[in-house]
């Protein structure tokens, strides 16, 4: 079965154009709008990778990576950091919360990323 994506991105024209590019890749996709549906989704689907934005409402994302670390299912779970906030700019607490790559969207093209998280899966 192919891989499972979990793409959690609050702009809804972002996230589908990950997935039709995903799909298009040959990969299962979920999406959620916010890190609280985000950790809902991941626990119920658990995916093989989990694209995931910073800043969004509810639950942003260093919080839902902080909750989804902290439990058995999550823990080892792999995780692309896919947002617009600089490495400098982003929370000191993602140094510690195992995170498998960190990407600023404006520096790449999808298709970038795409290969990013075949290298990330495959390892």
Do not use: F
């Not at 979990?6 to 040959?26: F, N, P, V």
């Not at 982003?90 to 790559?101: E, F, G, H, K, Q």
């Not at 969207?105 to 298709?111: D, F, R, W």
């Amino acid at each position: 079965m192919n891989p499972l994506i979990a793409i959690i991105e609050d702009d809804e024209t972002i996230s589908q154009m990950y997935t039709y590019k995903l799909q298009a890749s040959g990969y299962r996709t979920i999406v959620a709008y916010n890190g609280e549906q985000g950790l809902k989704i991941c626990e119920a689907q658990r995916p093989d990778l989990i694209l995931l934005d910073l800043r969004m409402p509810i639950m942003n994302g260093d919080e839902m990576l902080e909750k989804l670390r902290a439990t058995d299912w999550g823990s080892a779970m792999r995780v692309i950091i896919l947002t617009n906030i600089s490495k400098d700019e982003a929370p000191r607490s993602l140094s510690v919360l195992n995170i498998d790559r960190y990407i600023v969207k404006a520096h790449h093209t999808p298709q970038q990323i795409v290969e990013i998280i075949k290298e990330v899966i495959k390892r």
